[in-house]
């Protein structure tokens, strides 16, 4: 059993259900010191987080990831128990195999073999690793990026552990999200009865046609980068359960993920500007989760890691920026270039979640490629 897949299970073995670490950073700790890093444990709120750095000089690459895992559902449905990281044939299950102990395991491994080998590599090499990612995201990495640009520490190079491979290792690597922009909308009406409803004003059929032309317009055709704009309805609630009562409120929850054709603004005066045209009774809260962000192709840490996969596994991964969100939205506000590049995806959050052994040693390959694309003297 390599060491790569020893860390891993013994991460996943800890039960660090979000926004818990339970002990999984000191590990990560026990293990960084010795190789040189300097170790700095950041706790906000109920929240642990850890910055580690190797080095002063830049470029600083630092390997980002989270140690606190969604909850694991019905125990008795796991082939086998969701914290055990058993092994059967090539396959480890458990929570937090692919999203995303193992990344980090991966990371230590390689961190060791490289430094190791190459000790009077150039640059630098650091780890920010939250226990807050699968939560709100409130007190986890953006707290110590504030941190850190409060001190003017500064790093070039972000790479994200999150499982980004669909079909096989790294054959998809982030390098950019959509930004999310969420809202709460409250039409007014007025309450009164069913069979009176000139008595009463009812919010949801005021709201119809607002909501039509909400759903029918094409805020933007995307670019080379990001697929078009989306706008979808999550929520709407209203009426008090009684079949004869004409509802007083709605309320109607919504999201948007954007490209970067649009600012938040853009897409809040847009609503705005629907609403007030049909006359709407309303209130509206917005709710920011993240810009969206985009790593150039052509810059060298794409380049690093194209090559590094190449080297490795015999193919260079695609660009995507598809799916939701990830603290590399918070990573990306630095300047710093960031992408992400761990293991498949199909199980993550699922019940047997899963990951491939042999993956796992491939993977710890290209990160330690990657460290000698940019560091190694």
């Known amino acids: 059993m390599t060491e790569t897949i020893q860390i891993a299970q013994q991460l996943i073995q800890v039960d660090s259900?979000?926004?818990?670490?339970?002990?999984?950073?000191?590990?990560?700790?026990?293990?960084?010191?010795?190789?040189?890093?300097?170790?700095?444990?950041?706790?906000?709120?109920?929240?642990?987080?850890?910055?580690?750095?190797?080095?002063?000089?830049?470029?600083?690459?630092?390997f980002a990831g989270h140690t606190d895992v969604v909850p694991t559902g019905p125990e008795s449905e796991w082939t086998y128990p969701p914290f055990s990281a058993h092994i059967e044939g090539d396959i480890m299950?458990?929570?937090?195999?692919?999203?995303?102990k193992s990344s980090i395991a991966c990371f230590?491994?390689?961190?060791?073999?490289?430094v190791e080998t190459y000790p009077d590599h150039k640059g630098s090499i650091a780890y920010l690793i939250t226990s807050?990612?699968?939560?709100?995201?409130?007190?986890?990495?953006?707290?110590?990026?504030?941190?850190?640009?409060?001190?003017?520490?500064?790093?070039?190079?972000?790479?994200?552990?999150?499982?980004?491979?669909?079909?096989?290792?790294?054959d998809s690597i982030k390098n950019g999200r959509r930004g999310s922009l969420?809202?709460?909308l409250t039409i007014k009406g007025v309450q009164g009865h069913i069979a009176y409803p000139h008595l009463a004003e009812n919010p949801i059929h005021n709201f119809a046609p607002a909501l039509e032309q909400l759903i029918q317009v094409q805020w933007d055709h995307g670019n080379e980068y990001f697929p078009p704009t989306s706008f979808q309805i999550s929520n709407i609630n209203g009426g008090t359960g009684a079949t004869n009562v004409i509802?007083?409120?709605?309320?109607?929850?919504?999201?948007?993920?954007?490209s970067t054709e649009h600012t938040p603004e853009s897409l809040q005066e847009s609503v705005h500007a629907i609403l007030d045209s049909h006359g709407l009774d309303y209130e509206l809260d917005w709710n920011l989760s993240g810009l969206p962000f985009i790593t150039p192709a052509d810059g060298p840490l794409i380049q690093a890691v194209k090559h590094a996969s190449n080297a490795i596994l015999g193919y260079e991964p695609e660009l995507s920026t598809a799916g939701g969100t990830s603290?590399?939205?918070?990573?990306?506000?630095?300047?710093?270039?960031?992408?992400?590049?761990?293991?498949?995806?199909?199980?993550?959050?699922?019940?047997?979640?899963?990951?491939?052994?042999?993956?796992?040693?491939?993977l710890t390959d290209v990160y330690y490629q990657l460290l000698i694309n940019l560091f190694a003297k």
Not at 134 to 153: C, F, S, Y
Not at 338 to 360: C, F, M, R, Y
Request: contains cysteine; charged residues 25%.
């Open 17 to 62: 259900v979000t926004p818990n670490d339970k002990g999984c950073q000191k590990m990560i700790d026990d293990f960084l010191t010795p190789l040189g890093f300097e170790v700095e444990h950041m706790r906000f709120g109920e929240v642990d987080n850890l910055w580690a750095r190797k080095g002063t000089e830049s470029p600083c690459l630092v």
């Open 93 to 100: 299950y458990g929570r937090g195999t692919a999203d995303m």
């Open 108 to 114: 230590m491994s390689a961190s060791k073999r490289f």
């Open 132 to 170: 807050d990612e699968e939560g709100p995201a409130i007190h986890g990495t953006v707290k110590v990026v504030e941190a850190l640009e409060a001190r003017n520490e500064k790093f070039e190079y972000c790479l994200v552990g999150e499982p980004s491979s669909t079909d096989k290792l790294a």
């Open 182 to 184: 969420g809202g709460t």
């Open 247 to 258: 509802p007083g409120t709605v309320k109607v929850m919504f999201n948007f993920r954007f």
């Open 327 to 362: 603290d590399g939205r918070f990573i990306a506000t630095t300047g710093a270039q960031v992408i992400e590049l761990g293991p498949i995806n199909a199980t993550i959050h699922k019940i047997d979640e899963q990951v491939s052994v042999s993956d796992l040693n491939k």
